[in-house]
């Protein structure tokens, strides 16, 4: 079970688009269309953001989205607004137990 | 209103145990997945432990398996984790997260998450 590999940092002005992506291996990423995104800001709880690699949770805008391809899943923040500054970690289905990736800190220029 | 509120972290020893447990409200427990996850303040989310709804699947991260077990009491609402063996690098913020509703089909990891209990292990 190896954390599944995600940039430590990304940036975009407002009204950018950004895209993090993730990682895997064919246990994990590839092999299941479980893969989800939290995002979390400073002293606060996880929130989910996509899971089953694209599907948006109710009440998450439609600016975020999800894709994958082969073993790497990616998240892309279109319309970036001060408030998506916040880390963002993905986490895939591995087989029985789920796997995280390291986080990466999405900075709004 | 979903709610989840854990308890039980604190200060231990190397080599000593802890049961944390994590209390829901709002949503009918007895039909969902849940998880423990935990975080070293400052650092990344790591995946500990899930059990389904009826307590017949679970499943745990290596660095955990045969130390901590996870468990549920569905007449009381409530999640448990109970940590033996307890290390220094087990020291983090844990979290209980609600997954999915075992009528659902979804898979993921959290879509309510607690505040948190802090575990330090130390000597």
């Known amino acids: 079970q190896s954390a599944l590999t995600q940039p430590p940092s990304a940036s975009g002005s407002p009204g950018q688009s950004v895209t993090i992506s993730c990682t895997g291996t ?6 299941y269309n479980y893969v989800s995104w939290h995002q979390q800001h400073p002293g606060k709880a996880p929130k989910l953001m996509i899971f089953e690699v694209t599907k948006r949770p109710s009440g998450v805008p439609d600016r975020f989205s999800g894709s994958k391809s082969g073993n790497t899943a990616s998240l892309t923040v279109s319309g970036l607004q001060g408030e998506d500054e916040a880390d963002y970690y993905c986490s895939s289905y591995a087989g029985g137990p789920w796997v995280f ?3 990466t800190k999405l900075t709004v220029l | 209103e979903v709610q989840l509120v854990e308890s039980g972290g604190g200060f231990i020893q190397p080599g000593g145990s802890l049961r944390l447990s994590c209390a ?8 969902y997945w849940m998880h423990w996850v935990r975080q070293v303040p400052g650092k990344g989310l790591i995946w500990v432990s899930r059990i389904s709804s009826d307590s017949r699947t679970v499943s745990y991260a290596d660095s955990v398996k ?8 569905n ?6 984790l109970q940590m033996n063996s307890l290390t220094v690098e087990d020291t983090a913020v ?5 997954g999915p509703d075992r009528r659902s089909g979804n898979y ?6 607690g505040q948190g209990t ?5 000597s």
């Open chain 1, 26 to 31: 064919s246990s994990d990423v590839g092999g």
């Open chain 2, 66 to 73: 045969g130390r901590f077990t996870i468990s549920r009491d």
């Open chain 1, 101 to 103: 990736g390291g986080g």
């Open chain 2, 24 to 31: 829901a409200s709002g949503f009918t427990f007895s039909n």
């Open chain 2, 94 to 98: 844990y979290y209980c997260a609600r």
């Open chain 2, 118 to 122: 802090l575990v330090i292990v130390s």
């Open chain 2, 108 to 113: 993921y990891v959290g879509d309510c998450w």
């Open chain 2, 75 to 80: 007449a009381q609402n409530t999640l448990y």
